[in-house]
């Protein structure tokens, strides 16, 4: 069992910014694929960003050119420096670990964090 803690969420004025930081008690965190979703008020939860463990990123459209993930498997953590925030990023922000083997899957999720974008 993996636990994922994140952190750093909280208000912020629109065009603000918040990084968020998620820290993972896997014995090997390079092997997960990690990301940030995130869910707003009666909408699904959305992937928002994510990044394979030798660094190769992927955005939603909504975010790219604002966020931005990255990783340090030393410290075993994951970040997203959000910058640009607007009112529509308003939601809570979940940490995912996920791994893929031949016999199964391993897919952890964190408590979340709210961040609130409001003047």
């Known amino acids: 069992q993996v636990q994922l803690v994140e952190s750093g969420g909280g208000l912020v004025q629109p065009g603000g910014s918040l990084r968020l930081s998620c820290e993972s008690s896997?014995?090997?965190?390079?092997?997960?694929?990690m990301a940030w979703y995130r869910q707003a008020p009666g909408q699904q939860r959305e992937k928002v960003a994510g990044i394979n463990g030798v660094g190769i990123t992927n955005y939603a459209d909504s975010v790219k050119g604002r966020f931005t993930i990255s990783r340090d498997n030393a410290k075993k953590r994951v970040y997203l420096q959000m910058n640009g925030l607007k009112p529509e990023d308003t939601a809570v922000y979940y940490c995912?670990?996920?791994?893929?083997?031949?016999?199964?899957?391993?897919?952890?999720w964190g408590q979340g964090t709210q961040v609130t974008v409001s003047s």
């Open positions: 896997a014995t090997v965190f390079s092997i997960y694929v």
């Open positions: 995912n670990a996920y791994r893929a083997t031949s016999l199964t899957e391993y897919d952890y």
